[in-house]
């Protein structure tokens, strides 16, 4: 059977799961509902698809089976009510939102609706988190430390606080999400943040360009997550280092590092973590098997809790207990 799909939002990333929706055997991207009638319309058109300003007239015009979500942090609320309301499966790119306060409404509702979905946080498909997470179910991890460091993101939206929810959240978030995912659940945090350059470069920036968060994990490990975007264009380090008795195990996004005494190996990310996570996501739509979704909104919500817990603790200057 055909899956009907639509997307909301044209952004670079709807390109992207537009890209992969459009490559696939049994699946026709149907519709794209932008910010405007206009920006819906172009980005349609060269995938064959409609275009829309409005969600509730994109989804009384077509019967969908599925929506992309790829909106900014701010966008959230009104886009998964009519969705939920409708029940029609949702795959949800992350930051869920720029606070807790909406998507903790949402996740009452998708729970008593049972609605299926999932949330982008692409990472956990690759084979190389398969990997680690394989290495460290025979480790005690002793410490945990990652890090986002970057530049700038061009968009307005991106560098006001109240829309984007500050670097931590919009895009460290997805450090955050690891480290839950291969070391357990986060019980406390203790957040440093700072305004050292952005906002003598650039009108309008609200959200902290350097910024340090100590994590304390229900095993009783101890983490440390930090982050910046104050670097220019092409330099950059993202990544999760764990360290133990055996080692060290050092992960970025083009590959995987094992070092153990006197040994190391290298293994270098292969595979489209992308197009896993949307057949993980599909074949749900299809079959009703959720097992392959390694996120659902449930979980990306935790995440959420964290960074945002993170935020709070900076403002206070205070650790908060989750």
Known sequence: MTLNIGIVGTGWFSKVHADLLTGMEDVSLKAICGSSKQKGEDMARPYGAEGYGEMTEMLEAHKLDAVYICVPPQSHGAIERA???????????????????????????????????????????????????????????????????????????????????GQFTEQTTHIVDLLRYLAGEVTEVYGMFGNRIMHEQHENVTVA?????????????????????????????????????????????????EVRSGDSKEFVNAGNPYAVETEAFLHAVRTGDRSRILSDYEDGYKTLKVTCAAYESAQRGLPVKL
């Not at 939102?97 to 990472?123: C, M, R, W």
């Not at 190389?128 to 997470?133: D, F, Q, S, V």
């Not at 930090?226 to 195990?249: A, I």
Request: hydrophobic content about 40%; glycine content about 12%; some cysteine.
């Open 83 to 165: 969705l939920i309301k409708r029940e029609i499966p949702f795959f949800i790119e992350k930051p869920l939102g720029s606070s807790t306060e909406i998507p903790a409404s949402l996740l009452q509702d998708i729970k008593e609706h049972n609605l299926l979905t999932s949330v982008g946080y692409h990472f956990r498909y690759q084979e190389n988190i398969t990997r680690l997470k394989q290495s460290l179910s025979g480790d005690k991890v002793g410490m945990i430390v990652g890090q986002w460091m970057g530049g700038m993101p061009g968009v307005a939206w991106w560098r006001n606080q109240e829309q984007s929810g």
């Open 209 to 257: 360009d350097v910024g340090t968060v100590s994590l304390k994990l229900a095993s009783g490990v101890v983490a440390n997550i930090s982050n910046t975007c104050v670097l220019p264009g092409e330099v950059g380090r993202v990544g999760l280092s764990f360290y133990n008795d055996n080692g060290m195990l050092d992960w970025n996004p083009e590959r995987l590092l």
